[in-house]
């Protein structure tokens, strides 16, 4: 059940419908490295894309003893966050070491042309990822490299772990996915409170739903709009997921106010795609707003990424 203290309702009751089909919007383009993309937000001021994605293998940065592995930079939680324009033109990075697996993040605007990027940070490894203990706020400084540290780290849920943050810049609201033990769950927070570091007042606190028909498929995505929560999952194409049958990818809906499911649906999105695994998901404000997809495509070594999207129907 959903913790209704302190809730706050909005206004807004609209929501995406799941079942309307899916429109293109990028299509296979090429990040700063070649692993997949993990997630990517919007700034809808300045109209930037951003795109998380592990870092590849057999780089060496200032300051660090050798060049990792693609499975090193996995288990020490580093990550390269591309900026590029509403066309897929790759502009600038970021390095972000020890931050985690790049779930899900998102990108905070304001004046004077300001744009804050919240992610997870300070990772603990997990088997073959490290995934964040707390969240992190920061400027976007081209070319930087930046290190997560404790003291940079704000820590939502005590004792968590798998943090993961999504923000709503219409209804100026941040969601935390965290796990304590076996148990996935979410908080959303007023934007202006977790912005002064103060967590102590949670909207909302609730249940992961089911993402998917076989629990064993984990969460690829998740954004925050409104009063409802969306959430992506499914696995690249393989045995027991041939491209014949269009992939097993869906998407969900669960109302934040009560903790309950409201809609899960299989999208064919991208379906011609070689590869084709979903990840990431975001809202992007337009006049109608649209819940777009992640899909990443190609071999191993030369992967990309591509984007569609759902619109308010």
Same mark, same amino acid.
């Given at each position: 059940?959903?913790?209704?203290?302190?809730?706050?309702?909005?206004?807004?009751?609209?929501?995406?419908?799941?079942?309307?089909?899916?429109?293109?919007?990028?299509?296979?383009?090429?990040?700063?490295?070649?692993?997949?993309?993990?997630?990517?937000?919007? %700034?809808?001021?300045?109209? /930037? !894309?951003? $795109?998380?994605?592990?870092?590849?293998?057999?780089? +060496?940065?200032?300051?660090? #003893?050798?060049?990792?592995?693609?499975?090193?930079?996995?288990?020490?939680?580093?990550?390269?966050?591309?900026?590029?324009?509403?066309?897929?033109?790759?502009?600038?990075?970021?390095?972000?070491?020890?931050?985690?697996?790049?779930?899900?993040?998102?990108?905070?605007?304001?004046?004077?042309?300001?744009?804050?990027?919240?992610?997870?940070?300070?990772?603990?490894?997990?088997?073959?990822?490290?995934?964040?203990?707390?969240?992190?706020?920061?400027?976007?400084?081209?070319?930087?490299?930046?290190?997560?540290?404790?003291?940079?780290?704000?820590?939502?849920?005590?004792?968590?772990?798998?943090?993961?943050?999504?923000? %709503?810049?219409?209804?100026? /609201? !941040?969601? $935390?996915?965290?796990?304590?033990?076996?148990?996935? +769950?979410?908080?959303?927070? #007023?934007?202006?409170?977790?912005?002064?570091?103060?967590?102590?007042?949670?909207?909302?606190?609730?249940?992961?739903?089911?993402?998917?028909?076989?629990?064993?498929?984990?969460?690829?995505?998740?954004?925050?709009?409104?009063?409802?929560?969306?959430?992506?999952?499914?696995?690249?194409?393989?045995?027991?997921?041939?491209?014949?049958?269009?992939?097993?990818?869906?998407?969900?809906?669960?109302?934040?106010?009560?903790?309950?499911?409201?809609?899960?649906?299989?999208?064919?999105?991208?379906?011609?795609?070689?590869?084709?695994?979903?990840?990431?998901?975001?809202?992007?404000?337009?006049?109608?707003?649209?819940?777009?997809?992640?899909?990443?495509?190609?071999?191993?070594?030369?992967?990309?990424?591509?984007?569609?999207?759902?619109?308010?129907?």
């Amino acid at each position: 059940m959903a913790n209704t203290a302190n809730t706050t309702d909005l206004t807004s009751d609209e929501r995406i419908n799941l079942a309307v089909g899916s429109t293109r919007w990028q299509f296979k383009k090429q990040l700063r490295h070649t692993t997949v993309l993990q997630s990517f937000a919007f %700034d809808d001021v300045r109209l /930037r !894309l951003y $795109v998380a994605q592990v870092m590849q293998g057999g780089i +060496r940065l200032a300051g660090e #003893p050798r060049a990792y592995t693609a499975d090193e930079r996995r288990r020490r939680g580093d990550l390269c966050l591309n900026q590029l324009d509403y066309t897929g033109t790759w502009l600038n990075h970021m390095y972000l070491l020890g931050f985690g697996h790049g779930v899900g993040f998102g990108v905070e605007t304001g004046p004077p042309g300001s744009a804050w990027i919240w992610t997870e940070a300070d990772a603990r490894a997990g088997g073959t990822a490290a995934f964040g203990r707390g969240v992190s706020r920061f400027a976007f400084v081209k070319g930087q490299t930046r290190r997560s540290t404790a003291a940079a780290t704000s820590y939502p849920v005590a004792g968590s772990t798998a943090n993961q943050p999504s923000v %709503d810049m219409e209804f100026k /609201r !941040l969601a $935390v996915r965290h796990r304590i033990g076996s148990r996935l +769950r979410y908080r959303v927070y #007023p934007l202006a409170d977790a912005v002064e570091g103060d967590f102590t007042a949670p909207l909302h606190d609730f249940a992961q739903t089911a993402t998917h028909p076989d629990p064993n498929i984990e969460l690829q995505g998740f954004a925050l709009h409104g009063n409802y929560l969306y959430q992506l999952a499914g696995t690249a194409y393989g045995p027991g997921n041939p491209p014949s049958e269009h992939g097993n990818t869906h998407v969900s809906c669960t109302d934040i106010r009560t903790g309950r499911q409201v809609q899960r649906t299989r999208t064919e999105a991208g379906h011609s795609l070689d590869y084709r695994e979903p990840e990431g998901l975001a809202v992007q404000r337009t006049a109608n707003p649209r819940l777009c997809m992640g899909l990443a495509s190609g071999a191993v070594g030369a992967r990309r990424y591509s984007i569609y999207y759902k619109e308010r129907g």
